[in-house]
């Protein structure tokens, strides 16, 4: 009895590898995606902080106020965009995290531990620099892939 193959996507773009947890994703796209969305969390969340600051040092100057004065959620305060892209950039973190998991073989379970403080560090450098396996795994044919649903 012959068995049916399963579809797969061997080609899936940018947008499956920042959003989706569902396939395989190797070490150079892994790390070239990190990046990616380490940079532009530094400019994104970089700007308003600078900005935050230099307006805390002009207050500081006109008013007294002193650093313990000043808390984070003025910060939050004046910037209320700011929680919900740190939400989305941990989001993309541990979508990449999953599918490095899934590309050598183990749960994308296992991902929730880039939550722990020490070891998101640990987790994140060695997802980064396992290889992949090259042969066809439940989560997909090849690593950047993923299997299609029937």
Known sequence: MNTP???ANIAPGPLWALMSPFGRIG???YWLCFA???VIAMIVFGIPFRIWVNTLTELQATENLTIETLAL???MEAYPIVPIMFLAMNWIYLVLVIKRLQDF???GFFALLIFVPV???LMVIMVGFVPSQMQPNKNGPLPNSYWRKS
């Open 5 to 7: 193959t399963q579809s």
């Open 27 to 29: 070490r150079e796209p």
């Open 36 to 38: 990616l969305v380490l």
């Open 73 to 75: 959620a003025d910060f």
């Open 105 to 107: 073989g183990l749960s």
């Open 119 to 121: 070891l998101s560090v």
